[in-house]
């Protein structure tokens, strides 16, 4: 992807640095999207007695969070003394981790907590989306509708195993030409087909071949932070299919703020409670237009089947019960639009971010592990063999003789000790 995400990395940075008034340092993935471990590497490189002394933050806040993914995978192979997350079990000065994040009413969350990272919430995808789609406010849509329904279904593994039975249920609810939409019949990340696929959630595998009734999808994986002007033209209601929704998690992407940018009225299939999340950051939604009970069912199967129930209700309706609703509704989604691109939400967003980041810098500043990073020195340095390797390293980003005496004296006059 080109989108220059470190941009956003450096921003959260210096905030993170004004509230700590020295270092912190910023892990994240790259290139964007990775979730190889490998690749969660710093934003700046930093030297090794930085790396010691200062806090870390690791970024985790544009997927979902995964915990057991990566107790599984094979660890990497690295220099015996790379600084990494919680699977290598680092031993810096500061015992706690913090980890950014864009999730709520999560257990991984909760995982992580029990294992020395420190929870930092931020909605990063508002501000990326905002990013992404400023062009949009710019626009007026010329709205020249020839179909009910824009949807967008494009990777289907994994978590978003659920779209394949979407498109189905959509078939056979008789909404096929009410809605402008493709399949992949081929997985982008898997290169394998639906009908060979292993689904972890057997609920959402299908009966019906979805290509010989829908046009196959051409768009690459990172369209999602793009738009076509034409399509929101000829659609009057987007079905946003979010990245979460068999979960319990609150995880928006900038798939639900896409239609919110374009000024387009929508249905959004996520998780229970998502359009709830929507109106805490002061969005308006439709359920005084048309029927959002689809958002308090838990169920996903019964969640899914409600939103499609509600698709053919507005598909029936006569045109000036039709005429009428989706007037109201572009009255809405009118609204919305200027308020996701008002300063208002915008500093919203900030004013979280940073009041997080406190609590979780506070946390760590009493988290100090001094005793701790003696003691293992004092382990490692027992052993010649590690005494001989570190006296041949003359690079500030691996440790050195030199650089280990600095740190303890540091510490010891910390610890007020001779």
């Given at each position: 992807?080109?989108?220059?995400?470190?941009?956003?990395?450096?921003?959260?940075?210096?905030?993170?640095?004004?509230?700590?008034?020295?270092?912190?340092?910023?892990?994240?993935?790259?290139?964007?999207?990775?979730?190889?471990?490998?690749?969660?590497?710093?934003?700046?490189?930093?030297?090794?007695?930085?790396?010691?002394?200062?806090?870390?933050?690791?970024?985790?806040?544009?997927?979902?969070?995964?915990y057991d993914y990566y107790e599984t995978v094979e660890k990497p192979s690295a220099e015996p003394f790379r600084p990494l997350p919680h699977f290598l079990k680092a031993v810096p000065v500061y015992n706690k981790f913090l980890l950014l994040h864009s999730?709520?009413?999560?257990?991984?969350?909760?995982?992580?907590?029990?294992?020395?990272?420190?929870?930092?919430?931020?909605?990063?995808?508002?501000?990326?989306?905002?990013?992404?789609?400023?062009?949009?406010?710019?626009?007026?849509?010329?709205?020249?509708?020839?179909?009910?329904?824009?949807?967008?279904?494009?990777?289907?593994?994994?978590?978003?195993?659920?779209?394949?039975?979407?498109?189905?249920?959509?078939?056979?609810?008789?909404?096929?030409?009410?809605?402008?939409?493709?399949?992949?019949?081929?997985?982008?990340?898997?290169?394998?087909?639906?009908?060979?696929?292993?689904?972890k959630n057997p609920a959402w595998r299908t009966h019906t071949v979805l290509e010989d009734y829908f046009p196959v999808n051409t768009a690459a994986s990172h369209y999602s932070a793009d738009f076509d002007i034409d399509d929101y033209d000829s659609t009057?209601?987007?079905?946003?299919?979010?990245?979460?929704?068999?979960?319990?998690?609150?995880?928006?992407?900038?798939?639900?703020?896409?239609?919110?940018?374009?000024?387009?009225?929508?249905?959004?299939?996520?998780?229970?409670?998502?359009?709830?999340?929507?109106?805490?950051?002061?969005?308006?939604?439709?359920?005084?237009?048309?029927?959002?009970?689809?958002?308090?069912?838990?169920?996903?199967?019964?969640?899914?089947?409600?939103?499609?129930?509600?698709?053919?209700?507005?598909?029936?309706?006569?045109?000036?019960?039709?005429?009428?609703?989706?007037?109201?509704?572009?009255?809405?989604?009118?609204?919305?639009?200027?308020?996701?691109?008002?300063?208002?939400?915008?500093?919203?967003?900030?004013?979280?971010?940073?009041?997080?980041?406190?609590?979780?810098?506070?946390?760590?500043?009493?988290?100090?592990?001094?005793?701790?990073?003696?003691?293992?020195?004092?382990?490692?340095?027992?052993?010649?063999?590690?005494?001989?390797?570190?006296?041949?390293?003359?690079?500030?980003?691996?440790?050195?003789?030199?650089?280990i005496d600095h740190i303890k004296t540091l510490i010891h006059t910390k610890l007020n000790t001779p």
């Open positions: 992807m080109t989108v220059p995400l470190d941009r956003l990395y450096h921003f959260v940075e210096d905030i993170a640095q004004r509230i700590f008034e020295d270092c912190v340092i910023i892990y994240r993935f790259y290139p964007h999207g990775s979730k190889n471990i490998n690749n969660m590497t710093q934003l700046k490189q930093h030297a090794w007695t930085a790396v010691q002394l200062c806090p870390a933050l690791y970024c985790n806040d544009q997927e979902p969070l995964d999730e709520q009413h999560s257990d991984e969350v909760k995982k992580y907590q029990q294992d020395r990272f420190i929870p930092v919430y931020w909605w990063s995808h508002a501000v990326i989306a905002r990013d992404w789609f400023r062009y949009a406010q710019h626009l007026d849509v010329k709205k020249r509708s020839r179909k009910t329904f824009l949807i967008y279904n494009r990777a289907w593994s994994g978590t978003r195993e659920y779209r394949l039975k979407f498109a189905e249920l959509v078939l056979e609810t008789g909404l096929g030409d009410q809605c402008q939409t493709s399949i992949s019949p081929v997985e982008p990340e898997l290169g394998q087909h639906y009908h060979s696929y292993q689904f009057d209601i987007e079905v946003v299919l979010e990245t979460l929704f068999d979960d319990k998690r609150w995880h928006l992407t900038e798939k639900s703020l896409r239609p919110i940018a374009l000024g387009q009225p929508f249905i959004l299939a996520g998780t229970a409670g998502s359009l709830a999340y929507l109106r805490s950051y002061g969005f308006k939604t439709f359920g005084n237009i048309w029927d959002e009970h689809y958002d308090l069912i838990t169920d996903p199967e019964k969640r899914l089947q409600a939103i499609v129930d509600l698709m053919n209700q507005i598909a029936n309706c006569t045109p000036e019960i039709r005429e009428k609703k989706l007037a109201q509704a572009q009255a809405i989604a009118d609204y919305n639009k200027r308020h996701f691109f008002s300063q208002a939400f915008f500093d919203r967003i900030v004013d979280e971010l940073t009041t997080n980041l406190k609590i979780g810098l506070d946390q760590v500043a009493h988290c100090t592990n001094y005793q701790g990073w003696l003691d293992h020195w004092d382990r490692k340095l027992a052993n010649p063999d590690i005494v001989n390797y570190l006296a041949d390293r003359h690079s500030p980003f691996s440790p050195n003789l030199p650089d």
